[in-house]
C-alpha cells in the first residue's frame, strides 16, 4: 500500500510540473526574464569581384562611379580591353535603448566602410583604404536618429533618417518588400535629415506623414530645399493593399547660383546643375538664371503578394505625375510628367523562388527640352542628390541597375525619367531553385526603347540578357555568380547619349562573383 502511495504522489509531482510549464508566463513573470540586451547589431558584409568592359576614363573616378553610362561620370565601354577588380564593403546598423525607456524610445545609428582591394592608403576620405599598409581614415554615416515608439500605433522617426518611397517604417522592413511595394524606390530612395510619423489606428490603415530638410545652404538666407510627404495605405483583403501618396517639394536653393547651392561637390543640386548629366536624369535648359520651383508628386500604389508568400500569383504595380511650375527672371515652365510600373509574379514550384516574373515600366518624355515653357517628362530624388531613387529591383545589371554595388553604381538607365527621352521598359525572369533554398538558378531578359528619340539617334536603346546563380550553405549567406550582356540600339548613335562620339559605343557586357553575409 505504501509503494502505492509513493508511485502515485511521484506521477502527481511530475503532472503538477508538466502543466506548470505549459501555463502562461503572467506579466509579472515577463518582468524577470525580458530581454537584457540594450544594444543590439545587425551587419552586412559584401565582397564583390567584377570584370566589365565599361570603365570612366577620367582618372579622378577611380574611387566612385555613380551614374548613367556614357554620361557625366565619363564612363566608356570597350571592344579590346576590360576593367577588373574587386571591392569590399561593410554596413554596420546598431541601435540602442536603455531597459529603464522599455522601448519607448531607442537611438539608431548606421555607418558604412567601403574600398576597392589594393586603391590607396595613409590618408582620408570615402570609399578608400584597402591597399598595403591600410590605415586610411574611411567612415561614412548613413544614419542618426532617435525612433520613438509610445505605442502600438506609432513610431515617430527624428534626426538623419532612411528615406523610402514606401509606407512601412524603413527599420522594420525587408529589402525584398521595397523593391516590389510602394514606388519601388524608383522616386525617392535616399537618407534625409527630418521627421517621420508612422501610424496604424488598426492592422488594416497605414499612415506615414514626413518633412524633411534637404538642403539648408546659407541659414540666414531663403535658398533651402525642403519635402514632404503623405501617404495613406489600405489592406482590402489579407493579400491586397491599396495606397495613396502626396509629395510636395520646394526648391529655393539657386538663389546664389542656377546650378543651384549644395550638392554633390562642386555639382550643385536641382533641376540645373551638373549633377544631371552624372544621374541620367533631365536638366532643365536655364543657362545661368535662377530659379524657384515647386513641384508636387501625386500617385497610387497597389501590391497583392509581390513576394509570393501566400499563394501562386503576385503583383504589385504603381503610377504618379509630376507637377509643378518653376520660375526665373524671364520665364515660366510648367511641369506635367507621368510614370506607371506593372510587376506580375507566378510561383509554379515549391518554394517562392521558383517563379516567372514580368515587370514592365513607363515614363514619359520631353521634345522641346524646356524651350517651350513645357517639361512632359517626371522628377524624381536623383535630381537632387547622388543616387536619391535607386530602381534596381528588376533583376538587370546593364541595362537598368542592380543594387549588389560597392563604389560603381552605373547602368545604361539609371533613373527612370532617362535624361528626360522618357522609357519602355519590359523585364522577363525565370527563377527556379535547384535544391529548395540552397541553391537557385536565374536568368533575365530587358528590353527598353525611349518614347523621345535624341538628336541624331533612334529610340530603341538595347537588350539585355543575363544569368546567376546563387547558393546559400548557411542562412543569410550567399555565394553568387552573374554574367550579363547589353546590345546597344540606335539610342546610342547620338552624341547627346554616348558620349559625343561618332559611333555607336562597343555593347557592355559583366560577369560578377558575390559573398554576401547579413549577421545577427
Given at each position: 500500500?505504501?509503494?502505492?502511495?509513493?508511485?502515485?504522489?511521484?506521477?502527481?509531482?511530475?503532472?503538477?510540473?508538466?502543466?506548470?510549464?505549459?501555463?502562461?508566463?503572467?506579466?509579472?513573470?515577463?518582468?524577470?526574464?525580458?530581454?537584457?540586451?540594450?544594444?543590439?547589431?545587425?551587419?552586412?558584409?559584401?565582397?564583390?569581384?567584377?570584370?566589365?568592359?565599361?570603365?570612366?576614363?577620367?582618372?579622378?573616378?577611380?574611387?566612385?562611379?555613380?551614374?548613367?553610362?556614357?554620361?557625366?561620370?565619363?564612363?566608356?565601354?570597350?571592344?579590346?580591353?576590360?576593367?577588373?577588380?574587386?571591392?569590399?564593403?561593410?554596413?554596420?546598423?546598431?541601435?540602442?535603448?536603455?531597459?529603464?525607456?522599455?522601448?519607448?524610445?531607442?537611438?539608431?545609428?548606421?555607418?558604412?566602410?567601403?574600398?576597392?582591394?589594393?586603391?590607396?592608403?595613409?590618408?582620408?576620405?570615402?570609399?578608400?583604404?584597402?591597399?598595403?599598409?591600410?590605415?586610411?581614415?574611411?567612415?561614412?554615416?548613413?544614419?542618426?536618429?532617435?525612433?520613438?515608439?509610445?505605442?502600438?500605433?506609432?513610431?515617430?522617426?527624428?534626426?538623419?533618417?532612411?528615406?523610402?518611397?514606401?509606407?512601412?517604417?524603413?527599420?522594420?522592413?525587408?529589402?525584398?518588400?521595397?523593391?516590389?511595394?510602394?514606388?519601388?524606390?524608383?522616386?525617392?530612395?535616399?537618407?534625409?535629415?527630418?521627421?517621420?510619423?508612422?501610424?496604424?489606428?488598426?492592422?488594416?490603415?497605414?499612415f506615414k506623414a514626413g518633412a524633411y530638410q534637404l538642403y539648408?545652404?546659407?541659414?540666414?538666407?531663403?535658398?533651402?530645399?525642403?519635402?514632404?510627404?503623405?501617404?495613406?495605405?489600405?489592406?482590402?483583403?489579407?493579400?491586397?493593399?491599396?495606397?495613396?501618396?502626396?509629395?510636395?517639394?520646394?526648391?529655393?536653393?539657386?538663389?546664389?547660383?542656377?546650378?543651384?547651392?549644395?550638392?554633390?561637390?562642386?555639382?550643385?543640386?536641382?533641376?540645373?546643375?551638373?549633377?544631371?548629366?552624372?544621374?541620367?536624369?533631365?536638366?532643365?535648359?536655364?543657362?545661368?538664371?535662377?530659379?524657384?520651383?515647386?513641384?508636387?508628386?501625386?500617385?497610387?500604389?497597389?501590391?497583392?503578394?509581390?513576394?509570393?508568400?501566400?499563394?501562386?500569383?503576385?503583383?504589385?504595380?504603381?503610377?504618379?505625375?509630376?507637377?509643378?511650375?518653376?520660375?526665373?527672371?524671364?520665364?515660366?515652365?510648367?511641369?506635367?510628367?507621368?510614370?506607371?510600373?506593372?510587376?506580375?509574379?507566378?510561383?509554379?514550384?515549391?518554394?517562392?523562388?521558383?517563379?516567372?516574373?514580368?515587370?514592365?515600366?513607363?515614363?514619359?518624355?520631353?521634345?522641346?527640352?524646356?524651350?517651350?515653357?513645357?517639361?512632359?517628362?517626371?522628377?524624381?530624388?536623383?535630381?537632387?542628390?547622388?543616387?536619391?531613387?535607386?530602381?534596381?529591383?528588376?533583376?538587370?545589371?546593364?541595362?537598368?541597375?542592380?543594387?549588389?554595388?560597392?563604389?560603381?553604381?552605373?547602368?545604361?538607365?539609371?533613373?527612370?525619367?532617362?535624361?528626360?527621352?522618357?522609357?519602355?521598359?519590359?523585364v522577363g525572369r525565370l527563377s527556379y531553385d535547384v535544391v529548395?533554398?540552397?541553391?537557385?538558378?536565374?536568368?533575365?531578359?530587358?528590353?527598353?526603347i525611349a518614347p523621345v528619340a535624341p538628336f541624331g539617334g533612334?529610340?530603341?536603346?538595347?537588350?539585355?540578357?543575363?544569368?546567376?546563380?546563387?547558393?546559400?550553405?548557411?542562412?543569410?549567406?550567399?555565394?553568387?555568380?552573374?554574367?550579363?550582356?547589353?546590345?546597344?540600339?540606335?539610342?546610342?548613335?547620338?552624341?547627346?547619349?554616348?558620349?559625343?562620339?561618332?559611333?555607336?559605343?562597343?555593347?557592355?557586357?559583366?560577369?560578377?562573383?558575390?559573398?554576401?553575409?547579413?549577421?545577427?
Amino acid at each position: 500500500m505504501r509503494r502505492i502511495l509513493t508511485r502515485a504522489l511521484l506521477v502527481m509531482v511530475f503532472a503538477l510540473t508538466s502543466f506548470s510549464q505549459a501555463l502562461p508566463i503572467w506579466p509579472e513573470g515577463k518582468e524577470t526574464i525580458r530581454d537584457k540586451n540594450e544594444l543590439s547589431f545587425i551587419g552586412y558584409y559584401l565582397t564583390r569581384y567584377e570584370a566589365i568592359n565599361v570603365a570612366p576614363t577620367n582618372e579622378f573616378l577611380k574611387g566612385q562611379v555613380v551614374g548613367r553610362f556614357y554620361g557625366g561620370n565619363t564612363t566608356k565601354s570597350y571592344s579590346d580591353k576590360y576593367a577588373n577588380y574587386v571591392e569590399q564593403r561593410f554596413l554596420g546598423m546598431m541601435s540602442y535603448s536603455p531597459r529603464l525607456f522599455d522601448g519607448w524610445a531607442r537611438m539608431r545609428m548606421s555607418f558604412e566602410l567601403d574600398w576597392t582591394w589594393g586603391d590607396a592608403n595613409y590618408g582620408a576620405g570615402g570609399n578608400f583604404g584597402g591597399a598595403f599598409g591600410a590605415d586610411f581614415v574611411n567612415l561614412q554615416t548613413q544614419n542618426l536618429f532617435m525612433e520613438f515608439h509610445p505605442n502600438k500605433k506609432w513610431y515617430i522617426n527624428m534626426g538623419l533618417l532612411r528615406f523610402y518611397d514606401n509606407t512601412s517604417v524603413p527599420y522594420y522592413t525587408g529589402t525584398s518588400e521595397l523593391l516590389t511595394t510602394g514606388y519601388r524606390l524608383s522616386l525617392f530612395a535616399s537618407d534625409a535629415t527630418g521627421l517621420s510619423g508612422h501610424y496604424s489606428p488598426n492592422t488594416y490603415q497605414h499612415f506615414k506623414a514626413g518633412a524633411y530638410q534637404l538642403y539648408e545652404n546659407n541659414v540666414e538666407q531663403n535658398d533651402d530645399v525642403f519635402l514632404f510627404e503623405f501617404d495613406a495605405e489600405q489592406d482590402v483583403s489579407i493579400k491586397t493593399t491599396l495606397g495613396l501618396t502626396l509629395y510636395h517639394l520646394r526648391d529655393y536653393g539657386s538663389s546664389q547660383s542656377g546650378a543651384g547651392e549644395g550638392g554633390v561637390s562642386i555639382l550643385g543640386q536641382g533641376l540645373n546643375s551638373l549633377l544631371a548629366p552624372y544621374n541620367g536624369v533631365f536638366q532643365f535648359n536655364l543657362g545661368n538664371e535662377t530659379y524657384t520651383a515647386k513641384l508636387w508628386w501625386f500617385g497610387t500604389h497597389f501590391d497583392s503578394d509581390p513576394m509570393l508568400e501566400q499563394g501562386r500569383f503576385g503583383a504589385s504595380g504603381f503610377a504618379y505625375t509630376t507637377r509643378g511650375l518653376v520660375k526665373t527672371a524671364t520665364r515660366e515652365i510648367d511641369v506635367a510628367g507621368y510614370a506607371a510600373n506593372l510587376r506580375l509574379a507566378y510561383k509554379y514550384g515549391k518554394t517562392s523562388r521558383d517563379n516567372i516574373v514580368l515587370d514592365g515600366i513607363f515614363s514619359t518624355g520631353d521634345t522641346e527640352n524646356v524651350d517651350d515653357g513645357k517639361y512632359t517628362g517626371v522628377l524624381t530624388g536623383n535630381n537632387w542628390t547622388a543616387p536619391g531613387a535607386v530602381f534596381f529591383g528588376t533583376g538587370l545589371y546593364l541595362l537598368l541597375p542592380h543594387g549588389d554595388v560597392v563604389n560603381r553604381y552605373y547602368a545604361s538607365t539609371i533613373d527612370i525619367q532617362n535624361m528626360g527621352y522618357g522609357l519602355a521598359a519590359g523585364v522577363g525572369r525565370l527563377s527556379y531553385d535547384v535544391v529548395p533554398y540552397k541553391l537557385k538558378v536565374e536568368g533575365n531578359l530587358g528590353y527598353a526603347i525611349a518614347p523621345v528619340a535624341p538628336f541624331g539617334g533612334g529610340n530603341t536603346m538595347g537588350f539585355e540578357a543575363n544569368i546567376g546563380v546563387t547558393y546559400t550553405p548557411k542562412v543569410f549567406f550567399d555565394i553568387e555568380m552573374h554574367a550579363a550582356h547589353l546590345s546597344l540600339g540606335d539610342f546610342y548613335d547620338s552624341p547627346l547619349t554616348n558620349g559625343s562620339i561618332a559611333e555607336r559605343p562597343a555593347d557592355p557586357w559583366t560577369v560578377i562573383l558575390l559573398l554576401k553575409w547579413i549577421m545577427f
